[in-house]
């Protein structure tokens, strides 16, 4: 289910409870996770990235849009890694995220080229800006 599908909580109300307690979903999947977006733009000087690959460890994917946007529902409540990877930049992997249900997770990615080197003071710093928004339920 997306995290905005009226089948959401509308199930048969015999039936037993979703995994997060609450009433059953309509449909054989229920809602799990939740939904992470962000921006990608280049490290050297700050343009927003189109067609950048955001992907997951577990295989869910998309593309950045022209303004570098991109939007991915996270179909588990497990942890999970994201990769944000374009031809001619150094891929950029965001480790050990989890969303609750109906959370969503705001990154920016900032991808470099091959040829810039990190120096060791500008590796003590990260370039992610990750942002939580909790649904407020459970």
Same mark, same amino acid.
């Given at each position: 289910?997306?995290?905005?599908?009226? @089948?959401?909580?509308?199930?048969?109300?015999?039936?037993?409870?979703?995994?997060?307690?609450?009433?059953?979903?309509?449909? @054989?999947?229920?809602?799990?996770?939740?939904?992470?977006?962000?921006?990608?733009?280049?490290?050297?000087?700050?343009?927003?990235?189109? +067609?950048?690959?955001?992907?997951?460890?577990?295989?869910?994917?998309?593309? #950045? +849009?022209?303004?570098?946007?991109?939007?991915?529902?996270?179909? #588990?409540?497990?942890?999970? +890694?994201? &990769?944000?990877?374009?031809?001619?930049? +150094?891929?950029?992997?965001?480790?050990?995220?989890?969303?609750?249900?109906?959370?969503?997770?705001?990154?920016?990615?900032?991808?470099?080229?091959?040829? !810039? #080197? &990190?120096?060791?003071?500008?590796?003590?710093?990260?370039? !992610?800006?990750?942002?939580?928004?909790?649904?407020? @339920?459970?």
């Amino acid at each position: 289910l997306q995290a905005d599908s009226p @089948c959401i909580d509308t199930g048969d109300p015999e039936s037993p409870p979703d995994r997060d307690g609450s009433r059953a979903d309509m449909g @054989c999947y229920p809602l799990e996770g939740g939904f992470v977006e962000g921006y990608s733009f280049d490290l050297s000087d700050e343009s927003p990235l189109e +067609n950048v690959r955001i992907r997951t460890n577990l295989g869910q994917e998309t593309l #950045t +849009n022209e303004e570098g946007y991109f939007g991915l529902n996270i179909n #588990t409540s497990g942890e999970f +890694n994201l &990769i944000a990877s374009l031809p001619g930049y +150094n891929d950029s992997v965001i480790e050990g995220q989890q969303l609750d249900v109906g959370d969503t997770l705001v990154v920016e990615f900032n991808l470099s080229h091959p040829e !810039f #080197t &990190i120096s060791e003071e500008m590796n003590k710093t990260a370039k !992610f800006r990750i942002k939580r928004k909790e649904s407020g @339920c459970g």
